[in-house]
């Protein structure tokens, strides 16, 4: 099955530039989506279809993929950003979705 | 506007065999591209799909817990159920439904999510 891997952590000061991982087998055929966790609640969609943002999402968050790895960017990052992001794709041969680990986004 | 909400128990003991409800609105379950799938995530841990069903009642499970899942739909009442049998303490988790939306190259991704329900599994 297909597997995604993030790094466990990032972290970030205020104000700077956040870019998260997301690696996996010519993942840049793919479309990645990218969700964000805070603490007690339930994901939320911040970038559909790799680069996508849906409304209400703040421009800061941008999304870029190709080659083996997809990116999701924050930048001006604010303390609000502090969360789990996950990406996701669908793995066609299984017809399945499948989800990266996961990555907590620590704001300094 | 969107929503989907979890109900069920809150406890089950070992053996047992769990119910979920996901009660939709703001869309139809016979919508075309769209889906509602189950999602569950352990303390701590990362997020599991669980299964999916789609409006022409196609229906898919995770591999490692096909045995023990099944996923229906009642249209009329915006509902989509979940059992699960033979819980075990390791299923102790927060289950979330959400909808699956069709994206780009012809695949889906979660666009809305319930609030989710905290599962245990203890006796």
């Known amino acids: 099955s297909y597997v995604l891997t993030q790094p466990p952590s990032a972290s970030v000061a205020p104000g700077q530039t956040a870019r998260i991982t997301c690696g996996g087998d010519n993942i840049g055929r793919k479309a990645v989506h990218w969700y964000q966790q805070k603490p007690g609640q339930a994901p939320v969609m911040v970038i559909y279809d790799d680069s996508d943002r849906p409304s209400g999402i703040p421009e800061r968050f941008s999304g870029s993929n190709s080659g083996n790895t997809a990116t999701l960017t924050i930048s001006r990052v604010e303390a609000g950003d502090e969360a789990d992001y996950y990406c996701?794709?669908?793995?066609?041969?299984?017809?399945?979705?499948?989800f990266g680990g996961g990555t907590k986004l620590t704001v300094l | 506007q969107v929503t989907l909400k979890e109900s069920g128990p809150v406890l089950v003991k070992p053996t047992e065999t769990l119910t979920l409800t996901c009660t939709v609105s703001g869309f139809s379950l016979s919508g075309a591209r769209l889906g509602v799938s189950w999602i569950r995530q352990p303390p701590g841990k990362a997020l599991e799909w669980l299964a999916h069903?789609?409006?022409?009642?196609?229906?898919s499970y995770s591999t490692s817990l096909k045995t023990r899942l099944t996923i229906s739909k009642d249209t009329s009442k915006s509902q989509v159920v979940l059992t699960m049998t033979n819980m075990d303490p390791v299923d102790t988790a927060t289950y979330y439904c959400a909808r699956l939306r069709l994206g780009r190259l012809s695949l889906y991704y979660f666009d809305y999510w319930g609030q989710g329900t905290l599962v245990t599994v203890s006796s």
């Open positions: 069903i789609f409006s022409n009642d196609e229906k």
């Open positions: 996701q794709v669908w793995d066609s041969s299984s017809d399945h979705p499948v």
